[in-house]
């Protein structure tokens, strides 16, 4: 084979020639500047991991929260604290206790707030009930009084368990008394605590006269201090939270539970799973690929050709983004798994032409200008179209994308650079030798000239495909919920999600902002009409009706309870013997009740006590100890009795509720409602599900049409979608018109360039329509595989045209030289390092493993089955 004539070629040629005889000079200078290239990169790299920065701050919707976190910066990368608790007053008290601690650490926090603790609202709360809720709150406080002023004299188990035998004697008499509470909510406690899962009595809940049930949640808001200029910014403040729990008893033992969720939080449980995914899905990628180049370059030296021209350019692309952008964003931080994808795609290529050419028997001196000669325009219209492909993100206005496309075109080009100099360097060191195929190749040659001979069956699945493909577009769908990126065991994500199906102050809801009162009144109504919106919440919800008529029954309740007050009481030993009589007591008044009152209301209540008591008294039966009884029946006391006090010192505290206005709610309240330059934030929360896409689309859409300047988690999670959307739009219209050009400009070719095109937008057909088959949206994670997708694509197109117009290979040779085993040992490489991200945690690192997966098969079809057909083709158009 001798080198061709071309300009071109003897320049590639020649630069190849020279790497090889300066070998020793090229590496050494080659070493030197990528020592300086890491420390340059070391010094100067920055990482931003605040993902707002990654829109342009003109696009409408940031400009709209960039205004209401002026207003109410308390929200901005807030961390929401979740205080969990079996009883309301335990997860009160914790709320109170940890909102105070964060107060006083202002070495991490700007600020703590626990509206629900706030004085303001524990002296007026009852005031926000209905009246329908005071008046049975007024009847059960009456039916539990003179209970409570028992129990206020002598706080015992004894005291409580008598009092409750005469209530029980006198129903059966024929007395109306309320005492399906009591009955209920004793029962539950004691089978809590004989099932091993003890649970304090609320008698907050009890008075309220609903049942105890399930878990209840303290939300406490908090801004902790960021730095952004470390990778985890919010790692520092949630350990914080996290010992501040511990210092004030939140262990794992203890009944309060503490869960942290919020915007922050969010963020770092995302950046923790994606980083962790990357790191195991990287050594499992690792072995792959270096399985992949053993099987293609069968040896070692041509194995650490690959590896150090990989590393070299990484380097240097880094050192690149340091100079040009000065910092990585958690998008363009993929800079280096898109050019671990492509980047070792050019080494492949180049040693695999070279092999072939040394099969000759020629000295490397004399094959190794050949194979620069023959591969070199080719891997250098691959790096300037590829790079076309990513320079095509920085005019939009997704400057995370931006930022990628500068990094990585920039990275195509530098590895074309390293991959003619460096490469061939080191064929001074570790020439390649001819490859013996592993396995027989007549089955594998059998494979390869199906599509030959059955040319026809090609065209027909191949249209087949492209109808089917067209039919499923529309189907495409892109996942706007930030939720669904994330690993869904996370802390973050379970609790936000649990808040979403439970809490009535849900997270996710819309603020809308209004400058006045009056605007805000009228934005209310118009809110409220709208069937996409369930409930609307300003400041001006914060005075409640009826305020008259609810203090008359305020004023009833606290006649009702009188002046009680708990006398201390010292921990006296528990006498069994004692406590066991007035439990034996209780049982029988309760056996009594049922025989003679089985329908009345209160009987199916007295009958679980009943059977409650019988199996405590079972279990004080079964323990051999006297010290073991008497503990048990003091944990009964105290899981019966000890919220007792802090229930009726609450509920005094409301009893002192007095009338108010708008201008008499404290400050503390007010900033999170009203601004300090009169902006009254607007809360809207949503009437459907807005998990789903369709759902979030019409709430959201619904209140812009209303307030086009409202924000929020969903406004920002639509239009940031809409917005990465439209951005990849954009990007790759001008990426496909800049291809064409460049295309056309360097094959000098029409058809040659249609040629290359044509598997490319197949391809990508086809992965759109797959997407829809698998249920795989793109979503704002695995939205940058199309960027690889269209690099593969056109290097493995470009590979295969070149190869065939240049240099005549005819269909049955193609398929067998060494361009056709690079494509598909590069796409090898490929599918083994982002294939492996689909075991990742994070689900969008996964589902970008995937759908890049999916991808490279599909290009890999395309390029090495249809493309040689279309080449055939063409081929016997030109000869006839």
């Known amino acids: 084979m001798e080198i061709s004539n071309g300009a071109g070629n003897r320049f590639f040629a020649r630069w190849t020639a020279f790497s090889y005889q300066k070998a020793i000079w090229v590496i050494v200078l080659a070493v030197v500047i990528a020592g300086f290239s890491v420390l340059y990169t070391v010094n100067n790299l920055g990482v931003h991991t605040d993902t707002t920065d990654m829109l342009s ?89 003179p209970l409570i002023a028992r129990l206020a004299e002598n706080l015992t188990l004894k005291t409580f368990v008598s009092v409750l035998t005469e209530a029980v004697d006198e129903i059966t008499q024929g007395r109306n008394l309320e005492l399906d509470g009591v009955f209920n909510g004793m029962s539950a406690t004691l089978d809590a605590r004989l099932t091993g899962i003890p649970r304090a009595l609320s008698w907050q809940i009890l008075l309220d006269g609903e049942r105890q049930t399930g878990l209840y949640q303290e939300l406490v808001l908090t801004r902790p201090k960021h730095d952004y200029a470390q990778l985890f910014a919010a790692e520092r403040s949630l350990n914080a939270v996290r010992e501040a729990a511990l210092s004030i008893g939140l262990t794992q033992d203890a009944p309060e539970q503490l869960r942290i969720t919020g915007e922050a939080a969010l963020a770092y449980d995302e950046l923790h799973s994606a980083m962790r995914g990357a790191q195991d899905a990287g050594m499992l990628a690792l072995a792959l690929v270096v399985v992949v180049l053993l099987i293609a370059l069968r040896t070692a030296g041509a194995i650490i050709t690959v590896m150090l021209s990989l590393v070299l350019g990484l380097i240097l692309t880094a050192a690149f983004a340091t100079f040009a952008v000065g910092h990585l964003n958690l998008i363009s931080i993929a800079f280096a798994v898109l050019y671990i994808g492509l980047g070792v795609d050019y080494a492949i290529h180049f040693l695999l032409r070279h092999e072939e050419i040394r099969r000759t028997g020629a000295p490397v001196i004399q094959t190794l200008p050949m194979a620069g000669s023959d591969i070199g325009r080719a891997l250098t219209i691959c790096a300037v179209t590829t790079a076309i492909g990513f320079y095509a993100f920085i005019p939009t206005s997704y400057d995370g994308v931006a930022e990628l496309g500068i990094i990585s075109g920039s990275g195509m080009i530098i590895s074309l650079l390293v991959t003619l100099t460096i490469v061939p360097a080191l064929q001074r060191f570790f020439p390649i030798q001819p490859i013996k195929p592993l396995i027989s190749v007549r089955p594998l040659h059998t494979a390869l000239e199906w599509p030959i001979h059955a040319r026809k069956s090609v065209y027909i699945l191949t249209v087949l495909a492209v109808l089917l493909s067209v039919f499923a577009l529309p189907k495409i769908r892109f996942d706007y919920n930030l939720l669904n990126l994330n690993d869904p065991r996370a802390e973050s994500v379970m609790t936000f999600r649990d808040l979403l199906e439970n809490a009535e102050d849900s997270p996710w809801h819309i603020i809308a902002l209004a400058d006045s009162r009056n605007e805000t009144e009228q934005l209310v109504q118009q809110l409220s009409e709208l069937p996409e919106v369930d409930k609307v919440i300003s400041i001006l919800d914060f005075v409640p009706d009826d305020q008259e008529e609810k203090l008359h029954l305020i004023e009833e309740m606290a006649m009702t309870l009188g002046p009680i007050s708990f006398t201390s009481t010292t921990q006296e030993r528990i006498d069994v013997d004692l406590q066991r009589a007035a439990l034996l007591n209780l049982q029988s008044a309760l056996t009594r009740f049922l025989d003679e009152q089985l329908a009345h209301t209160s009987a199916h209540a007295a009958k679980n006590l009943h059977a409650s008591i019988l199996g405590l008294q079972q279990q004080l039966d079964a323990l051999n100890e006297n010290v073991a009884r008497e503990k048990l029946l003091s944990a009964i006391e105290q899981d019966l009795l000890h919220l007792l006090p802090v229930s009726i010192h609450r509920l005094q505290l409301a009893l002192n509720a007095s009338p108010f206005t708008l201008q008499d709610i404290p400050e503390s309240v007010k900033l999170h409602w009203l601004s300090g330059n009169g902006v009254y934030r607007i809360a809207v929360y949503p009437a459907e599900n807005i998990n789903d896409n369709d759902a979030l689309k019409r709430f959201v859409r619904a209140v812009q049409h209303i307030t086009p300047g409202a924000t929020g988690v969903p406004v920002i999670s639509l239009e940031a979608g809409k917005a990465v959307v439209d951005a990849f739009i954009h990007a790759f219209s001008l990426a496909f018109i800049g291809v064409v050009v460049a295309l056309l400009i360097l094959l000098r070719n029409i058809k040659s360039a249609v040629l290359v095109l ?79 991200l689909i075991f990742s945690h994070h689900q969008g690192t996964a589902s970008m493993g995937l759908l890049l997966l999916v991808g490279v098969v599909l290009t890999l079809v395309c390029v090495l089955v249809i493309l040689p057909v279309l080449l055939h083709a063409a081929d016997n158009k030109r000869t006839v």
């Open 57 to 145: 701050e003109d696009v409408p919707f940031r400009i709209n929260h960039k205004r209401y976190k002026e207003a109410f910066p308390q929200y901005e990368d807030a961390l929401l604290l979740v205080v969990d608790a079996p009883a309301p007053e335990l997860a009160h008290a914790a709320a109170k206790r940890l909102t105070l601690y964060l107060q006083n650490d202002k070495d991490h926090f700007y600020e703590a707030s626990y509206l629900s603790g706030d004085p303001f609202f524990e002296q007026n709360g009852l005031l926000y009930k209905n009246i329908s809720e005071l008046e049975n709150i007024t009847d059960q406080l009456a039916a539990a009084q």
């Open 758 to 836: 044509v598997p490319l937008l197949l391809a990508a057909l086809f992965t759109g329509a797959v997407t829809v088959l698998l249920g795989l949206p793109f979503n704002f994670a695995n939205v940058i595989a199309l960027p690889l997708i269209l690099g593969i694509g056109i290097d493995c197109s470009v590979h295969m045209v070149h190869r065939s117009r240049n240099n005549g290979e005819a269909y049955e040779n193609l398929l067998y030289t060494s361009t056709a085993r690079a494509i598909f040992y590069s796409a090898l490489t490929t599918m083994a390092g982002f294939g492996s």
